[in-house]
């Protein structure tokens, strides 16, 4: 079965730098998102994108973040600056294929996440 | 964001069946309930989603209340890997992100 995955499995970066996380959505699919989970709380939605561009963002997507679709295959969150309270499990999903009619019939796939650690 | 009440915690014995409890009593008619799960140390992993029939897939059942106010998910025979958080998520129509409440931590006892 396809699934989403995502690069690296932990990352380590010192206050301030910028960190790029790096996701494969499932390869048919059109919409991908970033999710966060701070340790011990709840799954938290960051930003939707879809057709090249973001369909959605929270709160905590601030200037501070971006996400690109570099290539065909490709999905990445970039933090530019990174704070201490950045610290947290970073899910990459993906869901939707040019067929599938509503987003809200489809499932979305997640992968296993990039832990990252600011120093 | 569209909240869902669940129980915060419940246990099971192994290979009996188990059904989660969740709430949505103002969710409007056109709205889909989702169900995700996450395994330790792992990302939400997809079970089920339904709109008002009862939906059957092959790692559980869902099962829709018929004023849509609640639904039950039905893991037929707990195994000791199904020890996760369980989502219940309702999926506004027009809405393409998840919102993950705290969800039911399913302890499944040998």
């Known amino acids: 079965e396809p699934e989403v995955t995502q690069t690296p499995s932990h990352q380590v970066t010192q206050m301030g730098q910028e960190v790029i996380l790096r996701c494969v959505p499932i390869s048919n699919h059109l919409y991908f998102y970033w999710y966060r989970q701070i340790l011990g709380q709840k799954v938290e939605f960051l930003v939707s994108f879809y057709n090249n561009e973001i369909s959605e963002k929270s709160e905590i997507f601030d200037d501070q973040f971006s996400v690109e679709r570099p290539d065909g295959s490709n999905f990445t969150l970039k933090i530019r600056s990174t704070k201490l309270e950045d610290s947290a499990m970073y899910f990459c999903?993906?869901?939707?294929?040019?067929?599938?009619?509503?987003?809200?019939?489809?499932?979305?796939?997640f992968g296993d996440g990039t832990r990252l650690s600011i120093l | 964001d569209a909240k869902t009440t669940q129980p915060n915690s419940m246990e099971s014995n192994e290979e009996e069946p188990v059904h989660l409890p969740c709430n949505h009593s103002t969710i409007s008619g056109t709205d889909y309930i989702h169900w995700y799960r996450q395994l330790p140390s792992q990302g939400p992993e997809y079970v089920i989603h339904?709109?008002?029939s009862n939906v059957n897939n092959r790692m559980a059942s869902l099962a829709i209340a018929e004023d849509r106010k609640s639904s039950t998910l039905i893991l037929h025979r707990a195994t000791l890997r199904d020890a996760a958080v369980y989502y219940c998520i309702w999926m506004q129509t027009g809405a393409n992100n998840l919102f993950f409440g705290t969800g039911t931590r399913l302890t499944v006892i040998p």
């Open positions: 339904g709109l008002t």
């Open positions: 999903a993906s869901s939707g294929t040019r067929d599938s009619g509503r987003l809200s019939n489809q499932p979305q796939h």
